[in-house]
Structure formats: C-alpha cells, structure tokens
C-alpha cells in the first residue's frame, strides 16, 4: 500500500464527510464509517510522522496546551456595527442611504449570538485564527479554531485570504453540555454565547474540541482585491472556497422586503438550532459602500437590528444611588436575583428622579425588567395591580451618598450632581475612565485595583499614575501581585505616555466630551496649550461643537486644580501633541492634486492611507483610469495591478509611498 497516498485518500473522505455533514446537512456515510476512516488514519499517521499533513482533520481533535494566548494585529480594523431597534429607526436607515444619491440594494444575515472571529489562510490553509479583541488588536485562538469541524483547514483554492464570521454554540451542544455538568455538580454555563467564549479561550484545546463549536463565515474585508464587487457575491466566493456561509442570507431590493424578512425571523428565531440577537443590514454594492465609508467605531453602510428586548418580573427591593466621574447621581434598582438572558440580574438602573416619579416606581413594587444585549438593564414599568399596601414612595435625596455634600441640579437638566471636587466617588470613577482602553489604555489597572489603590492612596489624581513606580517594593507586597505584573503594568503606563493628544483629552472626562469630539479638537489644535486658549466662541465654530459643550471644554480648563494637573502631567512626560495628519492644507508635491488608487493587503489599513494622502492635497478613488497618477498596491493586488500596468501608470508599494510623503 502506498501510505502517502492512503492518507490523502483518508483526508479527503472524512473532509467531504466533515463537509456534508456540517454544511449540507446531508451525510453520505454512516457515523460509524466515519469513525473507522478517522481511526485509520490517526494510525498511519502516528506511524508515518513524514507523511502527516498540516491539514490533516486529526488536528481538530485538539491536544495542544498553550501558556497564553499571543496578540495578533489585524491589517484591516474589526470593527462593531451601529443598531437599530424598531421599524422607524430602520426606514431612517435607509433614506440616510438614499440622500447620498444610491438606489439600495442589500443583504441581510442572521446576527449570530456568538463570538467574532479573523481566519487567515495562505496558499488555501489555514495559519491563524484570532478574536476581535478590541477591533485592531485580538488573541491568537488558532489551535482552538482548528477544532471546529466547520472551519476548513484547506480551502478548495490554494488562495491568500482573510475571512471574518461568528464562532457559536448550537442550542442542542449547550443543552446537552449542561445537563453533563449539572449531573456532575459542577456550575453551568449560563447561555450559548459565553459557553462559546470560554470555550474558544481555553489554553488547552482539547476542551476546546470537547465543546463541538460551530462558525459560519459572513465577511471578506476587502473583496475589490478579489475583483468582487458586491456583497452577496463575495458570500457566494466565500461558499466556493468551501467555508461555511449561512444559507439565511437574503438578497434584498427594498425596506419593504427588509422589514418583511425581519419580521419573519423575530417571529420564527426560535425555530432555528442555535441563537440568534437580530438582523444583520448591509449594503450590497461595494462602491457605495466605499462611498458611505465609517464613522470611528462602525460602518455608515451597515447596521444590526437588534430583537425587542427580552422582559422578566422581579420584586424592587430597594433604591440606592452611585456617584459617577462627572459627579451625576443615579438612582439604582436593588433587585431580588432574577436570570434574564443567560445572566443573574439584581441592579437595574432607574435613570433618574423624574423617571421614576413619572413610572411611580415604588420601593416593594413588582417591576418590570428588560436587558438588552450587553446593555445595564433597565426598569421598564411597575405591575401596579400587584400592589399591597406596603410599597414605598420614592424620595430623591438631598446630598451626596459618598461625601455627603449638597447635591445641585440645573433646571434645564433632569440629573442631580455632587458639586464637591474632591468626592471620592467622582474621583475614583474619574481615574477608572482615565486608564480605560478608549481614553489612555493601561493594562492592568482595572475598576477594582484603582479603587483599591485609591484606597491605599497610591492613586489619587491621574498625575499619580505616572510615579507609581517610586512604590515597586511596597506593591510587590501586595496579595495578588508580583514581579511580573506589577512589571507589566509600569511597561503599560509608560507606553500610555506616547499616545496622542486625543486619548488624552478623552481620558480627562470633560463632560460631553466623547472619543470622536476628542480627536475633532486635538486635529484643529496640535496641542494642548492651543485648545487651553481657545475662546467659547472659536469653539462654538467647529462642527458639532454647541454651546453647552463649548462651555464645559472652557469651564475645565479655567479650573487651576486642572491646569495644575495637566502641568503635572506635562513634567512627568505625558506627550501632549496631536500625533495624527494635521491640517488638509499641507501639500506635498509628490501627493497634491494627484490621484491614486488603492488595491491589495497592506501593513497599514486602507482608511489611513486615504486619510494621509487626502491630508497632503491628494484624491483616493476606487477604479484605475488614464488620470490615476499612482496606484498603491500591497499583497495580492488583482486586476488593478494588471491595467494600471497596462495604461504605463506609476506602481508605489508601501516604501515608495513612504518616500513620496516625506
């Protein structure tokens, strides 16, 4: 017998039953078949090592044990999706669509209720797996990945790919999951989601494999490098190269046919064989999906209608209220423990005084609870007929629940607020936003160490942060932390140092002052200083800048305490510099009035290479003509490559575009 050839023979029988079986719902061999095929080959492969495959399907029953998992940078952002909740917000959705002068077309996708996913194949195999993370950076789960029956390890073209989709759990893997733990006493999973999430970020994948993951395929991030130019058609590649596409995907002509396909699956979700949370909306045609471009978080092309919001009843058991950074008071719900999409609810949120005095929401009712997705939940209403006599009525307090200051409340505004500065709450709730991922990023100083160390009064002010290494000893000697963490943590906040005036002035937590508002003013100011100086009516100037937030931008920074602390910042090293393309007014005369046209996979992703050339009096289109001055091209360039050949245009890879901004 030839063992090579048997092998191959093996491999291609148990990946045409994996295929059959998994996406066509349509084995064409028995179980027990397949059992015998997949023995043989772990056999010959354990005595033929030379001859074992990397795509081998004996990979996927896991065996690698890992000391963590590794970072990965993805070359093009993974970025979230906006919502929409109801019919309104979806016809809204598509006239904003329609007064940028496109006809819509789209497709609609089953949101899968799972985990998102980056599989990368070279030459048709598959070489990493990664989450999303935060959109630029994720974890290496590719041992994990390999595990699912789902996911290729071959494609059936040897092509240089990367493909994006939703690792899940089925309905029927997590019931059976679960009664196993339950007969064993051990804690069970809550809902298929987070069954999948824990299961694709064990160390060792052995129990990954256990868990019998499932992935369908939903995205190519840059189809035009595959000559593609829809959507719909892109999905249709993906189903060649033999990944596993959901066969709900729908090709759509108008919002009336988006709005009757919705309704369907809202009302027959329930029917299908693992979760679902909504209706994924996507443009179809690439151009205008080019066009409409991205806001800094998600696509203007696309959007997730998300389902009604599962509703439950609880009893209120009491009121208490949180002081957030901005000094706001929130009165919270104390609930008695109820499960509400696969987790234990027991605070709601009740928004404020005149929210609750309109529900009369009492302390003792019978509320009713809604959570939607990773939102707080929320009390909705109050089952008043349920009532006995011994509710309370609410009664908003009067000063702080921390310090204990007089509480203020403007009468244009519908919250009150502590007025007191030097609130711990406001302080400690000021630090945990200066340190989170969107404003300066610091690993390893989460909600609970900063509150601890706020208490050990290590951190005090943001100034704080940056000599905590005067304190290495005393913090070794601390429960739960070492030479290797507290190390890490000092290499995360000097690297904060470095980020660019936009983290900065979002992490200082200036009211109404978000993470896209933040980067607005650091662009027209350069630096601090700049935006320190700038009067209310220079700023009420900008787009999107009103009065209200002009006026707490200068309110801020007329604050000595806070000048005090940005010259603070300032000596221990803070840069305080706009570190992006400043002005569209600097030209360059390798870019100004030039046009150029991007096209295969680059180290930088496309939109910053847009922005950069467009900073420099240049013009980004998608298509290759006789005006195209330059065409940019990274790996696997496709056609463009080719005419732009053709029509003798310049070809700049990543280092002639260097050369030429300088």
């Given at each position: 017998m ?22 066509l ?10 059992d ?93 797996g ?50 196993d ?23 060792d ?11 369908f ?11 593609i ?32 396909i ?14 679902i949370?909504?209706?994924v ?23 997730a209608?998300?389902f009604?919001?599962e ?16 000094g ?5 719900a ?12 027991s ?22 609870i ?6 707080i939940?929320?009390v909705?209403s109050?089952k ?21 200051e ?19 709450a ?18 390893g ?85 700049n ?21 707490n931008?200068?309110?801020y ?21 706009y570190?992006?393309?400043?002005n569209s ?14 096209t ?31 065409l ?10 080719e ?20």
């Open positions: 030839n063992i090579e050839k048997r092998i191959d023979e093996l491999i291609t029988i148990i990946n045409n039953a994996n295929y059959e079986y998994y996406n719902d349509s084995p064409s061999i028995t179980d027990q078949e397949y015998r095929y997949m023995q043989e080959l772990i056999k010959l492969e354990n005595d033929y090592l030379e001859y074992k495959r990397d795509d081998s399907p004996t990979s996927r029953v896991g065996g690698k044990v890992l000391e963590n998992f590794v970072k990965v940078t993805h070359k093009i952002p993974m970025l979230s999706l906006g919502n929409v909740f109801n019919e309104f917000e979806i016809r809204a959705f598509d006239e904003k669509i329609k007064k940028e002068g496109i006809n819509p077309k789209y497709v609609c996708e089953l949101k899968i209720d799972g985990l998102a996913v980056s599989l990368t194949y070279e030459k048709g195999i598959l070489v990493r990664a989450t999303r993370g935060d959109g630029v950076i994720g974890e290496d789960i590719t041992e994990n990945v390999k595990t699912i029956k789902t996911v290729p390890l071959k494609l059936d073209e040897e092509v240089d790919i990367e493909v994006r989709g939703e690792i899940y759990m089925s309905k029927n893997v997590f019931e059976f999951l679960n009664k733990k339950a007969e064993k006493g051990l804690e069970m999973f809550k809902n298929p989601r987070n069954a999948a999430a824990g299961s694709v970020r064990q160390l994948s052995k129990i990954a494999a256990s868990r019998k993951l499932d992935c395929i939903y995205h190519l991030p840059n189809p035009k490098d595959f000559n130019t829809t959507h719909y058609e892109s999905l249709e590649y993906l189903k060649r190269l033999g990944l596993n596409v959901n066969d709900n995907n729908k090709y759509i002509n108008n919002v009336e046919e988006l709005i009757e919705i309704n369907y699956h809202t009302e027959n979700r329930h029917k299908l064989p693992y979760e949370d909504g209706i909306i996507k443009l179809d045609n690439i151009d205008d999906q080019q066009k409409l471009g991205f806001t800094s978080r998600y696509p203007k092309w696309a959007t209608y998300k009604p919001a509703e439950i009843t609880t009893r209120l058991k009491d009121i208490i209220f949180t002081v957030g950074r901005t706001q008071i929130t009165p919270n104390v609930l008695e423990p109820v499960l509400i999409q696969g987790s234990t609810v605070r709601a949120t009740l928004h404020n005084e005149k929210n609750i005095l309109d529900k009369d929401i009492r302390i003792g009712d019978i509320v009713v809604r959570k939607a997705g990773d939102v939940p929320e909705v109050v008043k007929e349920r009532r006995d006599g011994r509710e309370k009525e609410f009664k908003m307090i009067k000063d702080c629940p921390i310090c204990n007089d509480l203020i409340k403007k009468e244009e505004e519908a919250d009150y607020f502590c007025k007191n500065e030097m609130c711990d406001k302080k400690i709730e000021g630090l945990i936003h200066f340190v989170s991922r969107e404003a300066m990023n610091i690993d100083l989460g909600e609970k160490i900063i509150e601890h160390f706020y208490n050990m009064g290590y951190i005090t002010k943001i100034s704080d942060i940056y000599i905590l290494h005067n304190y290495k000893d005393e913090l070794m000697k601390i429960a739960g932390f070492g030479y290797k963490s507290i190390n890490n943590l000092l290499d995360s906040i000097e690297k904060s140092k470095h980020n660019s005036l936009e983290k900065l002035l979002f992490g200082f937590g200036i009211r109404q002052v978000g993470n896209r508002m933040a980067k607005t003013l650091s662009k027209k100011y350069i630096n601090i200083d935006l320190i100086n700038a009067s209310k009516e220079e700023l009420n100037s900008i787009h999107d800048v009103g009065d209200v937030v002009s006026s931008i200068v309110n920074f007329n604050n000595n305490d806070n000048i005090n602390e940005i010259n603070n910042l300032r000596t221990l090293g803070i840069n305080m510099e570190k992006g393309e400043i007014t600097k030209t360059n005369n390798n870019i100004n009035n030039k046009t150029f046209v991007i295969g996979t680059l180290s930088i992703p496309r939109e910053e290479i847009k922005e950069l050339i467009e900073s420099l009096g240049g013009k980004v289109t998608t298509s290759v003509t006789k005006k195209t001055d330059a940019i091209v990274g790996i696997n360039p496709g056609a463009k490559y005419k732009a050949k053709a029509l003798n245009i310049n070809i700049w890879g990543e280092e002639e575009l260097k050369l030429n901004i300088k």
